[in-house]
């Protein structure tokens, strides 16, 4: 893992670090796709969660708060929209430790 807390993508399975060594954390995995990805330069992120999970919108305001190029990305498509665990979900959903929440702009169809 980057001193930064990213990993590549699929290199561990969510909460695979923290068991290889045998310790315990509250930790997901974000990942950033479309153009989210290129405005905050990284692929993915791992971030600390309360023992209780906290819901998407709090964790993004956390995220934004962390790092000024997220909180642009954000800021830049109000419209987010996010999966967690594969499965797409709302923005008030209580995301887990061990989950993955995969975070993109809004896509059109045509």
């Known amino acids: 893992m980057a001193v930064d807390g990213t990993r590549p993508y699929g290199a561990y399975p969510p ?3 923290t068991e290889q060594v045998g310790i315990m ?3 997901v995995t974000i990942l950033y796709f479309a153009a989210l990805r290129e405005q905050i330069g990284r692929e ?4 600390t969660l309360p023992a209780g999970g906290m819901t998407v919108t709090a964790l ?3 995220l934004g708060q962390q790092d000024p190029r ?3 990305a ?3 498509e109000p419209r987010l929209r996010v999966a967690i665990n594969q499965t797409l979900g709302g923005l008030e959903q209580i995301v887990r430790p061990g989950d993955e929440v ?5 896509m059109t169809g045509g």
Do not use: D, I, M, R
Not at 44 to 47: G, K
Not at 102 to 106: K, L, M, Q, T
């Open 44 to 47: 993915s992120q791992v971030a």
């Open 74 to 76: 954000f800021a830049a």
């Open 102 to 106: 995969a975070v993109f702009p809004p």
């Open 60 to 62: 993004l305001a956390q």
């Open 15 to 17: 909460g695979s670090e």
């Open 70 to 72: 997220v909180a642009g």
């Open 25 to 27: 954390t509250s930790t």
